[in-house]
């Protein structure tokens, strides 16, 4: 962590110092984070676990510039974000983040190439060929490209999701729950390729998951309990997961 919170942390995609995120006042007020401090690292797959009403999604949605503080600051990069106006935060979101999402949220009208670089269309821009292509051969998509939405089986429509997070290069991205709505053997396939896109094309990615199983594809665990981070784990296995979390009673 660096000290003020505002010298540059090297090798980290995005923090947050001393986070706290409040909803309602007096008697009703509830505190979502209470005072986070915490790193995520360029090209590692880091996982968010914790029980529900931990902070996961809060921490996530304010870290991607999604939702305000109330305490605190959030970097991408060296940005912070607090300092930014709205215009300038939809900017960076559009230029530096990418998300995944449980819902894919593919538009059912354009086929999954039309999908994949829609981000990039609607900023006015062209997408890089070369990577376009890369992203696709590494989502195992290249023969269902011309395909739209409802003739994609789900595991496929959520590697259309996670190519679009991918295809225009985010300095990071973040990812939701993104195998939920998947059953094992597809959520599988798309854990494996986040893992890849980590390991060969140095993709820095922020998962939020409950299931063990998921959270043992990353590089780190971040665990959460009201709203503090509590714990961590590197080179998670299943098993160790498992004791983590019945430990902390998530």
Wanted: hydrophobic share 40%.
């Amino acid at each position: 962590m660096a000290g003020n919170g505002r010298e540059p942390v090297a090798g980290a995609a995005a923090r947050a110092v001393g986070a706290v995120k409040t909803y309602g006042r007096g008697e009703t007020e509830v505190r979502a984070l209470d005072g986070v401090d915490v790193t995520f690292d360029t090209g590692k797959l880091t996982t968010i676990m914790g029980p529900s009403g931990s902070g996961k999604s809060t921490l996530m949605h304010c870290m991607a510039g999604l939702d305000e503080l109330t305490e605190g600051q959030t970097f991408i990069g060296d940005t912070e974000l607090g300092t930014l106006n709205e215009r300038e935060l939809t900017l960076l979101r559009r230029r530096q983040v990418g998300f995944i999402f449980q819902a894919y949220n593919l538009l059912p009208t354009l086929t999954a190439v039309e999908n994949m670089t829609l981000p990039i269309a609607l900023a006015g821009e062209e997408p890089d060929g070369e990577w376009l292509a890369e992203v696709v051969d590494a989502v195992g998509l290249a023969d269902r490209l011309t395909h739209r939405p409802n003739e994609l089986s789900g595991g496929q429509q959520q590697r259309v999701a996670v190519a679009r997070a991918l295809v225009s290069r985010p300095r990071i991205i973040f990812a939701d729950e993104p195998t939920g709505n998947l059953d094992s053997r597809t959520g599988a396939e798309v854990l494996e390729f986040l893992r890849r896109a980590s390991d060969q094309l140095a993709q820095t990615i922020v998962m939020v998951t409950h299931d063990a199983g998921a959270a043992s594809y990353s590089d780190r665990i971040v665990f959460l309990n009201d709203g503090r981070v509590v714990d961590e784990m590197r080179e998670p296995t299943v098993d160790g997961v498992l004791d983590k979390v019945r430990a902390i009673g998530a």
